[in-house]
């Protein structure tokens, strides 16, 4: 049996599968990866769950492994990304620790639909990352979706779950298509 690749989850992703009542098909989505909720993460989704309660689905879920950033290693590397990364009042505390977290346990991937976070783990830090719609992408390369349902997919974490993506209700397809993705 192979070993399962490291995935660590940001806020944004999870928020907008939770609010779009889609937490169990990421779940499906992600069955080939060992996924991790770090607590700084957690935080944010119980700092949300007031406004959005749905997002207590991610709090519980029995596929998110929780981790901390405890070890020397990983608060340097922390206080590391935090420079480049984190703003006031602590503001992308979340991406933050996701991107320290996976430069500590090399080979991890990581789950960020925000773009400058994505550019620090990416071009700073050459961390391997996809997003909300990356990982639909993928799941219709492996033949786990079909376009349509892919569609309606992506239509649903924009309209219930609150996701800001780049092209229009009805338009996942076409867009992958011509940012040459599928």
């Known amino acids: ?3 399962k690749r490291r995935r660590a989850y940001d806020t944004g992703p999870l928020s907008a599968f939770a609010n779009a009542g889609l937490l169990g098909v990421l779940k ?3 069955a080939e ?3 991790v909720l770090l607590d700084e ?3 944010e989704l119980r700092n949300g769950r007031h406004v959005r309660p749905a997002l207590d689905q991610a709090l519980g879920a029995d596929w998110l492994t929780p981790a901390s950033l405890t070890s020397e290693t990983e608060l340097l590397m922390f206080s590391e990304v935090a420079q480049f990364l ?3 009042q602590d503001r992308d505390r979340g991406e933050t620790a996701v991107i320290a977290w996976a430069r500590a346990h090399p080979g991890a991937q990581v789950v960020l639909d925000d773009l400058a976070a994505r550019r620090v783990a990416v071009e700073r830090y050459n961390i391997p990352c996809v997003g909300s719609i990356g990982i639909i992408i993928d799941a219709i390369k492996q033949k786990l979706l079909a376009h349509d349902m892919a569609n309606a997919l992506a239509d649903e974490l924009r309209i219930a779950g609150g996701a800001r993506l780049p092209f229009a209700i009805g338009g996942f397809i076409s867009w992958a298509e011509s940012e040459d993705v599928l």
């Open 1 to 3: 049996m192979t070993e």
């Open 28 to 30: 499906i989505l992600s």
């Open 33 to 35: 990866h060992e996924c």
């Open 41 to 43: 993460v957690a935080d």
């Open 86 to 88: 984190m703003g006031p």
